[in-house]
């Protein structure tokens, strides 16, 4: 099981930015974002493969960026242009062969807390 620590959350307004950094505990293929925003089911957001390929949903596509350094077993999520809409719990997740959840080809099973990103209008 891989330990993943979410930071860099907080509150901007609308058209600002914010990064996100994700510490792991070990080196895994597949890492990505999710985020819940209240009273809606957790949506992928995007991810990246060992290969630095990278996936996102339309709705962030053009906007954020997912990047991984893997020297530090650190994944980021830089998002720019925010929107009210992208408010929400995000966490960060690392593939497992036991993993429940698929995203973009990728299994995922570990999760970390969750960082709070608020967007207001």
């Known amino acids: 099981q891989v330990r993943l620590v979410e930071s860099g959350g907080g509150s901007v307004q609308a058209g600002g930015s914010l990064t996100l950094s994700c510490a792991a505990s070990?080196?895994?293929?597949?890492l990505g974002w999710f985020r819940q925003a209240p009273g809606k089911e957790r949506e992928g957001v995007a991810r990246i493969d060992s290969d630095g390929i990278t996936a996102y949903a339309t709705s962030v596509k053009g906007r954020f960026t997912i990047s991984r350094d893997n020297a530090k077993n650190t994944l980021y999520l830089q998002m720019n242009s925010l929107k009210p809409e992208d408010t929400g719990l995000y966490y960060c997740?690392?593939?497992?062969?036991?993993?429940?959840?698929?995203?973009?080809?990728?299994?995922?099973?570990?999760w970390g807390q969750g960082t709070q990103v608020t967007v207001s209008s």
């Open positions: 070990a080196s895994t293929a597949c």
């Open positions: 997740a690392a593939e497992s062969p036991s993993g429940r959840t698929w995203y973009q080809g990728c299994r995922f099973g570990d």
